[in-house]
């Protein structure tokens, strides 16, 4: 075994080909800042099309089941706001067809929503195994492995169209395995954007790479509602092959850390570790060949300080945040705005304002954290202030549109921005925690233990909505505004430690000043 390890540490430290190619080109060592380009737009690239392939089934879900569309509406007189509808959905169903078995039967509704909770499960489960395998294994192969295994799982499901598959069985274990090479990316996409960035700018660079998130859902759904009057065969194939030629991007171009593709950090200094009182302002690797650093286990990585409240907190943030992602467009077309029901494409499309909110609200988090030097207050401050957008968009959105755009957006803001911060910026800090003293082998361990517990909120989330939205919206929205309040006290005492550290900051430097004062009089 001696001799084998020795030759995978060596392939893994060797250059991917397409940088060594773009060398051969300029004839020289790519910079340490070109790097950092390419990580980030690789990377953004590479999680976006995991966003756009995860999309797709919420898309075809009505062409799947088309009575999907219609559950919950049976009391609300949305026809009478649009006289043509009926006709519009007979020619639609002439085009697409009276949806697909097993899915068009009376259950369909259920079946699809299965098909989610296996999803979500199976991906959840599958983050803590791949932040294991990825502080194991070279994370370019991990990442790549991933990508082309969920694009050929998506691609399958749309494979079930042409094949003429109608057994349910053969769409759960597809989504299933589908969800477990997805889980893969999350872990892998933070470690290596952690092993180039340091502490000091990373939760504003974080916050606006964190876009990518939002970016997949749209394109997602623009491209599976394009392929729809193709045959939804495509509205799956074509997001799998994305996915799948994104991954051969991944395998040829992303170096995976600096010691990886030899890059120098002195020549372009963006995270200065020479400032006074910074210790973990260094990126994620240090260079130590003497020293044989071992992977950090999983019970070890919970123990890290901070990890537990953060994991913790993004469970009841990603349940709210999810819940919007998987019933927002559902809930806009039951309610009147302005007296007038939207139709279910209008909803779909005013219902993206969530993610560009989302967006902003990423940028502006990871911002304020680095300028106050205080995670852990930044999520709890929007968190708590998530609550009144919450309750202000059920109770004043449905008076007219524009409201409803504003709130929406402020709703967006407040729910994900402490989401995005705590899956980058605060996954990557803790993966780099002082206590691990220097160990660079523990970051996607961490990011998938976050992560992987936000994730079943992530499935609770939206599961717990299908039962409670039958009897009330106005409890749907109690029990988000209650999961955003749990979420902020659960880092309380992260909170009250960086309020103190701040307190005990500012006396430090007070105390020099006033000395400095003392000694200019004696003089």
Not at 250 to 266: I, M, N, Q, T, Y
Request: with cysteine; glycine share 10%; charged share 15%.
């Amino acid at each position: 075994m001696g001799p084998f390890r020795e030759a995978a540490e060596r392939n893994q430290n060797k250059p991917p080909i397409g940088i060594r190619f773009l060398e051969s080109i300029k004839k020289k060592r790519l910079s340490y800042r070109t790097h950092q380009a390419i990580v980030l737009i690789v990377t953004f690239l590479a999680y976006t099309s995991y966003h756009a392939a995860r999309k797709t089934t919420s898309i075809v879900k009505s062409t799947l089941d088309p009575e999907s569309s219609e559950v919950g509406l049976k009391f609300v007189p949305w026809r009478i706001t649009y006289l043509s509808e009926p006709v519009e959905r007979k020619s639609l169903s002439w085009k697409l067809g009276d949806g697909w078995a097993p899915f068009n039967a009376s259950d369909g509704t259920a079946l699809l929503g299965e098909l989610d909770l296996a999803f979500l499960a199976i991906y959840a489960l599958g983050m803590y195994f791949s932040g294991h395998l990825g502080d194991r294994m070279n994370l370019r192969m991990l990442l790549t492995i991933g990508m082309v295994g969920t694009g050929i799982f998506t691609s399958l499901f749309g494979v079930g169209f042409w094949a003429n598959v109608h057994n349910f069985y053969y769409y759960l274990i597809v989504q299933m395995l589908a969800g477990l090479f997805q889980s893969t990316g999350w872990p892998s996409v933070v470690a290596v954007v952690g092993n180039w960035f340091g502490k000091k700018k990373r939760g504003l660079i974080m916050g606006i790479w964190n876009a990518h998130t939002s970016v997949g859902n749209i394109s997602g759904s623009l491209i599976a509602a394009a392929m729809l009057s193709y045959g939804w065969g495509w509205s799956f194939v074509l997001p799998g092959l994305l996915i799948a030629f994104g991954g051969l991007l991944v395998f040829a171009l992303l170096p995976v850390s600096p010691e990886a593709v030899g890059a120098d950090k002195d020549e372009d200094e963006l995270d200065s570790p020479n400032k006074a009182g910074e210790e973990v302002t260094e990126p994620l690797l240090v260079s130590d060949s003497d020293v044989k650093q071992e992977a950090v286990g999983f019970i070890e990585a919970w123990k890290i300080p901070g990890v537990a409240p953060f994991a913790l907190c993004l469970f009841f943030a990603k349940l709210v945040a999810y819940t919007f992602l998987y019933w927002l467009p559902f809930y806009i077309s039951q309610t009147a705005i302005d007296g007038k029901y939207l139709s279910d494409g209008t909803a779909g499309n005013l219902s993206t304002l969530f993610d560009v909110g989302g967006v902003v609200g990423g940028i502006l988090a990871g911002h304020i954290s680095d300028r106050l030097d205080a995670r852990a207050i930044t999520a709890a401050s929007f968190m708590y202030c998530s609550i009144p957008a919450l309750f202000f968009y059920r109770s004043y959105g449905h008076l007219s549109l524009g409201l409803n755009i504003a709130f929406m957006l402020l709703t967006g803001m407040f729910v994900n921005g402490p989401y995005a911060l705590i899956t980058t910026a605060v996954s990557a800090d803790l993966g780099t925690h002082s206590s691990l003293k220097g160990n660079s082998r523990a970051l996607a361990t961490v990011t998938a233990i976050i992560d992987g517990t936000g994730s079943v909120g992530a499935a609770i989330g939206p599961l717990l909505t299908g039962y409670i939205s039958a009897k009330s919206w106005g409890a749907v929205f109690t029990m988000l505004m209650a999961a955003a309040l749990v979420a902020g006290l659960l880092l309380t005492r992260l909170v009250v430690a960086e309020v103190a550290a701040k307190i005990a900051e500012s006396r430090s430097q007070g105390s020099p000043a006033s000395k400095a004062q003392a000694a200019a009089f004696d003089v």
